[in-house]
Structures are given as C-alpha cells and as structure tokens.
C-alpha cells in the first residue's frame, strides 16, 4: 500500500511538472509560431481616401479649375496619405494643361499689344519669361501684331531637388506644383562613403537657376529661333553636379549636346521640355 501511495505521488509530480513544463515552455513557443505563420494584419483604413475620391470625380468631370484646387488642397492638408503621389501627379498635369495654355483660370489676366511691344519687352513687363509667355499663348514666332490678345498668370517658381523622395519638385508661390521622377544622379550627389565604409550624409543646399541651354542637331538655339521648342533642353544650376539634362539615349553617340562636362541630373526629355518653360534664370533651387 504504502508502495502504491510513493507511485501514485511520484506519478503526480511528474505530472504536473510536465504541465508546467509545457504552459510554461512548449506552449508559448508553439503559438508564437502560429502567430507568425498568421498573415500580416491589414493596415487600418485610410480616412482620407474619400476626400481623395471626391477630388477624382471633379476631374473626371472635366472641371479642372475646381480639380485643380480639390486637389491643392488635399496635397496641403493629408500629406501623409496613402494616396498623395497619386494626388500629386493628377495635380501636377492639372497644373501645366491649365497654366501652359489659354485655357482661362481666375489668376490669369489679359494684355493686348501695343505698337511698337517685342515679345521680349512684354515678357519684362509681365514679370514672366518669354519663353513661358510663347508657351502660354501657344505661339509658333516671337513676332507679335497691333491689337493681339496675350494671356498671362503670376509665376514665382522655385524648384527642390530632393534625394529622399528621388523627385525634383516644381512650387509656384510656395505650392506644389508638379513633381518629375529623377531617372540618375551625378556622382557628386549619389551614396558616397567614408573610410571604413560609413555614409556620408549630405548637406541642403541652395542655389539657382543659371541658365537655360537648348540644343538642336547639337547646336545652341534660342527661343527666337525655328524649331526651338522641339530641342533638348538642359537646366544649368548653380550647385555643381546638379544641371538638369535628359536621359541619353542607349548606344547614341556621345556630342557635346549628350550630357554636361561636369555632370548633372537626368530627367525625363518631357519633363525638361516643360521645365525649359517655367523655371527662369535667378529661380531658386534647393538640394535636400
């Protein structure tokens, strides 16, 4: 009896210690196991996709004026959104149909030309370059006539060359106004690495606009001249190693039209064509 009684203890000892053992050991690691064979949880939902959708509908309205200011003011506001790159492409080619045009928007006014006005007098007078007038007014000649109707709006353009988000980004008093993706960097501006293998950080810098260089069959036009909107166009900065040129194309020859001695920053041949447009020399540039 007494035989049995030391069994059954001994029995019973065992036992709970390996209940123990197995609330204590075993089973947390078996549901941390099945917690990680579990799909990730979905994110919560985004509240500003509504507002976002909202915006869509005025543009797909064909209303771009009132798109143009649903979506300014959803890039200001929600700038954390799941949906702003998506927001700010729609604002951006919003922003350049309405602006690169004579499409009438409340900021734009009127001038009627005068005897004796040069397209280039104007343009001073207007406080915008010639080229962004020509585009504006869509004129194929600088020559103006007695009496002709010019559109216009204010342009104070800044540009921010950003590493972060790979983007240069286009603000015309103060706001966003369209963002071009950056296909290369120069080496100056790339990763580089200390001794030992550490990142370097970069710097903010500020610079300008230091001219505007169009080339055609590797000549230098200017904006007077037959031709010069279909050119390649460069956007000399004052920060070395930052002059916008477009992407060379694969296996063309190298000429002094194919990218700068000193390096630069490749964009997209469009997005420099319309940058040709906006920026003018003296506009402020920041590399972030």
């Known amino acids: 009896m007494k035989a049995l009684f030391l069994i059954v203890l001994a029995l019973s000892i065992l036992g709970t210690g390996a209940y123990f053992s197995y609330e204590i050991l075993i089973q947390p690691q078996r549901a941390l196991q099945e917690e990680k064979a579990q799909p990730p949880p979905l994110p919560p939902p985004d509240p500003t996709v509504e507002d976002f959708e909202k915006a869509k509908e005025v543009t797909k309205a064909g209303k771009l004026v009132d798109s143009r200011e649903a979506l300014a003011t959803f890039v200001e506001h929600y700038p954390e959104s799941s949906k702003i790159g998506e927001a700010k492409d729609l604002l951006g080619n919003i922003n350049t149909t309405l602006f690169l045009s004579t499409r009438p928007t409340p900021e734009k006014q009127e001038y009627i030309v005068k005897s004796g006005d040069v397209i280039s007098r104007v343009a001073k007078h207007l406080a915008v370059s010639p080229e962004l007038l020509m585009r504006m007014n869509n004129l194929k000649t600088d020559k103006l006539q007695i009496g002709q109707k010019l559109t216009y709006a204010p342009a104070d353009f800044s540009l921010i060359i950003s590493r972060q988000t790979n983007r240069v980004t286009v603000r015309n008093q103060g706001r966003f106004f369209k963002h071009y993706p950056i296909l ?38 200017i904006f007077t001249e037959p031709g010069y909107w279909g050119s390649k166009f460069w956007i000399e900065i004052s920060i070395k190693g930052c002059t916008l040129y477009p992407q060379p194309e694969k296996n063309a020859p190298e000429t002094p039209s194919s990218k700068p001695t000193t390096g630069g920053i490749t964009l997209a041949r469009p997005a420099l064509t319309e940058l040709a447009a906006l920026l003018s020399a003296g506009d402020p540039v920041t590399l972030e």
Do not use: F, M, Y
């Not at 950080?201 to 230091?210: F, I, L, Y």
């Open 184 to 221: 290369s960097w120069s080496s100056e501006h790339s990763k580089t690495h200390a001794p030992g293998g550490k990142i370097v950080p970069h710097v903010k810098q500020a610079g300008k606009v230091r001219d505007k260089v169009a080339w055609l069959d590797d000549e230098r036009v």
